[in-house]
């Protein structure tokens, strides 16, 4: 199965929830994540995917859904972090938002960048505390387009803008770690962004995933509980 989400995508809410694991199995909470995903399906979710830090502590929730009001996004939340009970004990959810797709290129032509599980994608994340949010928006983009087409291995990415915040992310995917290893050891990353970023007041960050779900993927129907489910029984 594919995730596929059009680069300026007027239509579609992005929604992120980010965990940090508080158990040492992280399969578990992929597992109990993954049963939440398809929970979401009844509240209007139209695709949703899990990314696993490859190293770092962390697991992202991303959901698409049709573009709504911000009374029925605030309605949404609630009623998302109600469903997430059995994954809260078993994670922190660190930050949740709501983002626009507004930019992005791809190797194939596509107007849309998609994802499937197993891939490799990397996310640059810059939060700034100017209030023109547009102005970074167009900085993030310049960046993104001025290397994408010098960088080898990459087949498509997406420029998105918080709606709560002044943040934009960018998601590349890639061929395969290898190559975005390369591009990693190879670059002096800060060199070259920096002249686009120095008139703003910046914080970045960097990460690596892998895709380890992807809504549609068949999830094991097993009895499964979580180690604190199981210990509430016997009490």
Same mark, same amino acid.
Request: proline residues 2%; aromatic residues 12%.
């Given at each position: 199965?594919?995730?596929?989400?059009?680069?300026?995508?007027?239509?579609?809410?992005?929604?992120? $929830?980010?965990?940090k694991?508080? #158990?040492?199995?992280?399969? /578990?909470?992929? %597992?109990?994540?993954?049963?939440?995903?398809?929970?979401? /399906?009844?509240l209007?979710?139209?695709?949703?995917?899990?990314? +696993?830090? !490859?190293?770092?502590?962390?697991? !992202?929730?991303?959901?698409?859904?049709?573009? +709504?009001?911000?009374?029925?996004?605030?309605?949404?939340?609630?009623?998302?972090?109600?469903?997430?009970?059995?994954?809260? +004990?078993?994670?922190?959810?660190?930050? %949740?938002?709501?983002?626009?797709? $507004?930019? =992005?290129?791809?190797?194939?032509? @596509?107007?849309?960048?998609?994802?499937?599980? =197993?891939?490799?994608?990397?996310?640059? @994340?810059?939060?700034?505390?100017?209030?023109?949010?547009?102005?970074?928006?167009?900085?993030?983009?310049?960046?993104?387009?001025? +290397?994408? @087409?010098?960088?080898?291995?990459?087949?498509? =990415? !997406?420029?998105?803008?918080?709606?709560?915040? @002044?943040? #934009?992310?960018? !998601?590349?995917?890639? *061929?395969?770690? *290898?190559?975005?290893y390369?591009?990693?050891?190879?670059?002096?990353?800060?060199?070259?962004?920096?002249?686009?970023?120095?008139?703003?007041?910046?914080?970045?960050?960097?990460?690596i995933?892998?895709?380890?779900?992807?809504?549609?993927? %068949? #999830?094991?129907?097993?009895?499964?509980?979580?180690?604190?489910r199981?210990?509430?029984?016997?009490?």
């Amino acid at each position: 199965m594919t995730f596929s989400v059009d680069f300026n995508s007027r239509d579609l809410d992005l929604s992120f $929830y980010i965990f940090k694991p508080t #158990v040492v199995i992280v399969d /578990h909470l992929v %597992h109990e994540l993954q049963h939440f995903s398809l929970l979401t /399906h009844d509240l209007g979710c139209l695709q949703g995917s899990i990314f +696993r830090s !490859i190293h770092g502590n962390m697991i !992202i929730w991303c959901g698409a859904w049709q573009k +709504r009001s911000s009374d029925e996004k605030d309605k949404l939340t609630a009623n998302l972090q109600s469903m997430l009970t059995n994954v809260t +004990r078993m994670a922190v959810l660190v930050e %949740h938002n709501f983002l626009d797709a $507004y930019a =992005g290129e791809s190797r194939d032509g @596509s107007l849309a960048v998609k994802f499937s599980t =197993g891939d490799i994608i990397s996310m640059n @994340s810059v939060i700034t505390t100017s209030k023109d949010l547009n102005d970074l928006c167009y900085a993030v983009l310049a960046i993104f387009r001025s +290397r994408f @087409s010098k960088t080898e291995g990459i087949t498509a =990415g !997406i420029c998105m803008k918080c709606q709560s915040f @002044s943040r #934009v992310l960018c !998601i590349q995917v890639w *061929q395969s770690l *290898q190559f975005c290893y390369s591009w990693i050891l190879n670059s002096d990353h800060r060199k070259w962004m920096m002249p686009y970023l120095e008139r703003f007041s910046t914080e970045m960050k960097y990460d690596i995933f892998r895709v380890v779900y992807v809504s549609g993927d %068949h #999830v094991l129907d097993l009895p499964y509980d979580s180690p604190h489910r199981m210990l509430e029984n016997e009490d």
